[in-house]
């Protein structure tokens, strides 16, 4: 049940009085800095990013585009760098937050910290602020947030990043709130984007309105105070309005905001309560389970072998993977037929397995034609944990049916990937954009000891 309490202001209270981080904090935040730089080096590369940047038609700023030479307004750099981060689509998750927290904080916070010369230190701080906000406006809002179709990387990244930016500047609780309300009410993003550009562009646009954010309420601008709670704001708007006012009603669900705001610690920080879900694979998280499954049985079978594959999954999953016949990487991305047969045919996939070129080709098309993508009801949803249970069979030419089941996600909060998986991820991400992806590693890698940002990201661009 939700509680009638005075969301905004409560949680700008507690973004602009943060104290006793702990250093397992830290140390988190710095390895999903890392991963997320690593993405948006390589996605710096894909279509929608330099589109972006040749539309915007950059002039002379202080914030760098990382994996080039450019330089932008801090806004710009976030909305650029955001939508880098995104492209590839193997960038983190927050469970709680059921999106991708550093796509939208990572850039916000990068463009502002350049403008202002913050240390290493005090970037991962605010990382830490943002990534604490959007899980717990994860909590307030899903899962009905989520099933109505918002992409909560857009919807709850906005004022995240506007929490991360303003503790950046260190504005006080009253311009805090300012800044979160504003970033709340240009806050956007839907579903029936995934699998284009757009998709990216939510993460880009949500970094970009942090900043904006931020930056207006440091300079005065006026917003509605209350927005997160009143009435036709932001949580009635995003999810709903019960009857009567604090109840959740059937299809009718309301914010819970007390599940947001309480217990608040920041000894125990969400980065570390609920978590960081790292990808191992370049595609929504939504396939990850059945991939690696799906991996686990191609040690024994081939896929000549293959006359059909089922996969059962949770109901929210199809709404998710939309594009059952894929034509582009892209659409490939969010598709578990196609994810399932470029695994069975390519083995583990990586960015060249969602490559147009790829997608296009003949022997993939066939065989994902041959994937069975259906509802089990006894499979419990809980994306909110991190648990995305499938069962996976394959169907043999023999007539065997070979199975294996997967409820974790490699790279979840309780199935972490190894330092090595990790450095090697970054590694193939950065090298050939950066010039020594080694060095750009060793120094993100001591990120909170930089005592100027500027030094970090003068080893990411190109």
Not at 116 to 140: K, N
Request: some cysteine; charged content about 20%.
């Amino acid at each position: 049940m939700s509680a009638p309490v005075a969301a905004t202001g409560l949680i700008a209270e507690r973004v602009a009085n943060v104290a006793g981080l702990p250093e397992a904090a830290f140390a988190m935040a710095t390895t999903a800095f890392v991963d997320c730089v690593g993405v948006m080096l390589a996605g710096s590369r894909e279509a929608g990013a330099r589109i972006l940047a040749q539309t915007l038609q950059l002039t002379e700023g202080r914030a760098r585009l990382v994996g080039s030479r450019l330089r932008a307004s801090p806004t710009d750099a976030a909305l650029i760098n955001g939508t880098s981060a995104h492209a590839l689509d193997f960038d983190d998750v927050s469970p709680a937050m059921v999106g991708h927290p550093s796509a939208v904080l990572v850039p916000a916070v990068l463009a502002v910290a350049e403008d202002t010369d913050a240390s290493g230190a005090a970037v991962l701080e605010a990382f830490i602020v943002g990534f604490e906000v959007a899980a717990r406006l994860g909590r307030a809002l899903n899962p009905g947030h989520y099933e109505r179709g918002w992409h909560a990387t857009g919807t709850l990244g906005a004022p995240a990043a506007a929490a991360a930016v303003a503790h950046l500047l260190h504005l006080d609780a009253a311009h805090t709130q300012t800044a979160l309300a504003i970033a709340g009410s240009l806050a956007a993003g839907m579903r029936a984007s995934f699998g284009t550009m757009v998709k990216p562009l939510h993460a880009g646009h949500a970094a970009r309105t942090g900043v904006l954010a931020a930056r207006l309420a440091a300079g005065g601008f006026s917003a509605a105070q209350e927005l997160f709670e009143a009435q036709r704001g932001y949580g009635e708007m995003f999810v709903g309005s019960a009857t009567p006012a604090g109840s959740h009603g059937p299809g009718n669900p309301a914010p819970d905001w007390a599940a947001a705001l309480e217990p608040w610690d920041w000894s125990e920080p969400e980065i570390l309560r609920s978590g960081v879900q790292l990808k191992p694979f370049p595609s929504c998280a939504a396939t990850h389970t059945a991939i690696d499954a799906l991996l686990s049985l191609r040690e024994t079978i081939r896929a000549a072998d293959v006359v059909g594959i089922d996969v059962c999954v949770t109901p929210l999953v199809p709404q998710i993977l939309i594009h059952s016949r894929p034509r582009t990487g892209l659409e490939g991305k969010f598709s578990m037929e196609y994810c399932l047969a470029v695994t069975l045919l390519d083995g583990q996939p990586g960015t060249d397995q969602f490559a147009d070129a790829r997608a296009s080709r003949d022997d993939v098309q066939r065989l994902l034609r041959c994937v069975d993508m259906r509802v089990d009801p006894s499979l419990p949803e809980d994306f909110g944990s991190g648990r995305m249970p499938v069962k996976v069979s394959a169907r043999l030419v023999d007539g065997r049916v070979v199975s294996a089941d997967r409820v974790l996600p490699p790279g979840a909060p309780q199935r972490q990937l190894t330092r090595g998986q990790l450095e090697q991820k970054f590694l193939s991400n950065a090298s050939g954009v950066v010039g020594d992806a080694h060095a750009a590693l060793d120094l993100l890698s001591d990120l909170r000891h930089a005592a100027h940002i500027a030094e970090v990201v003068d080893r990411l661009t190109s």
